[in-house]
C-alpha cells in the first residue's frame, strides 16, 4: 500500500468523482488512481439510497500529490475560496494546462479558472513573483484572464 501524504484535500463531488479522478489524471503527468471504495448497495440502508456504486472514497495522485474524493450528492459545492495553484515552467505549459482546465470564461481572472466539475484552479508561471513586482505588471496582471508571460516582462 501506497503511503498517502499527511495532509490531502478532500474533494466532495455531487456524483462526478470517479469521472473527475480519471479527468485528473489525464491531465497531469505522474498521476494516477490509487483506489475507489464505493457505497454499499442501496438495500442494506436506507441512507445509501441511490448511492449504490457510487464513490464512498477515492485517492488519486497527481503529479506526486495526493487527493481524496468522494460522492456525496448536492449539499456542498466547490467556490473560489479554495484553488489549486500549478505552477507552469512556461508559456507553453500555462497554454497547455489552461485549455485543459478552464470550462468557464466567466470566471477566468488572473490565472484562474474553473474546471468542468467546478474545481478552481490558478495556473500560473513558477515564477509569478518576479513578474509582478511592479506596479505597471501588477496593472497587466490583472487584466488578464490567463496568464501570458511575456505581456508581464513587456510591462
Not at 488519486?60 to 448536492?74: E, Q
Not at 495556473?123 to 496582471?141: S, Y
Request: net charge negative; glycine share 6%.
Amino acid at each position: 500500500m501506497a503511503e498517502l501524504s499527511f495532509i490531502q484535500a478532500c474533494l466532495w463531488f455531487d456524483d462526478q468523482a470517479r469521472e473527475a479522478m480519471e479527468y485528473y489524471v489525464d491531465v497531469f503527468p505522474n498521476s494516477r488512481i490509487t483506489r475507489i471504495d464505493e457505497y454499499p448497495d442501496e438495500s442494506l440502508d436506507e441512507h445509501f439510497k441511490g448511492m449504490s456504486g457510487k464513490v464512498l472514497n477515492g485517492q488519486f495522485t497527481l503529479n506526486g500529490v495526493d487527493f481524496v474524493c468522494l460522492d456525496g450528492g448536492p449539499l456542498f459545492t466547490f467556490n473560489e475560496s479554495i484553488s489549486f495553484v500549478v505552477s507552469c515552467r512556461d508559456q507553453d505549459e500555462i497554454d497547455d494546462y489552461w485549455s485543459k482546465l478552464s470550462h468557464v470564461p466567466a470566471s477566468e481572472q488572473c490565472g484562474w479558472c474553473k474546471d468542468r466539475f467546478g474545481v478552481s484552479w490558478q495556473i500560473i508561471p513558477a515564477n509569478m513573483g518576479e513578474l509582478t513586482r511592479r506596479p505597471e505588471q501588477m496593472q497587466v496582471m490583472m487584466g488578464q484572464k490567463k496568464i501570458v508571460i511575456a505581456e508581464l516582462e513587456n510591462a
